[in-house]
């Protein structure tokens, strides 16, 4: 199973990224569908976070630092789930990693600058 995340890079405070993740490999569609995509995000010397999850029915838990500024979805005909990131902070800076179960991406940096 492989996860790819894209999207990521420089933007400035108050702007706006769109992170997606695809899956592929070595697991059924109707599988992964029923089970809960994360995304998480990781500043070095500190615990990996968890930023956003979306469960099969789509129900959704974020973060209390990112509510009402990132949305997660995921588009279970195409194995992919996404990340949009509005009115974006320094303090959002790190990588950002898709996840499912044990498997994780590679993750993709988020660089807000001020």
């Known amino acids: 199973v492989q996860l790819v995340e894209s999207g990521g890079g420089l933007v400035q405070s108050g702007g706006s990224l769109t992170l997606s993740c695809a899956v592929s490999?070595?697991?059924?569609?109707?599988?992964?569908?029923?089970?809960?995509m994360n995304w998480h995000r990781q500043v070095p010397g500190k615990q990996r976070e968890l930023v956003a999850r979306?469960?099969?029915?789509?129900?959704?838990n974020y973060a209390d630092s990112v509510k009402s500024r990132f949305t997660i979805s995921r588009d279970n005909a195409k194995n992919m789930v996404y990340l949009q990131m509005n009115s974006l902070k320094p303090e959002d800076t790190t990588v950002y990693y898709c996840d499912f179960s044990t498997y994780w991406g590679q993750g993709t940096q988020i660089t807000v600058s001020s």
């Open positions: 979306i469960f099969s029915g789509g129900s959704t």
């Open positions: 490999g070595g697991i059924f569609r109707s599988i992964l569908s029923s089970i809960p």
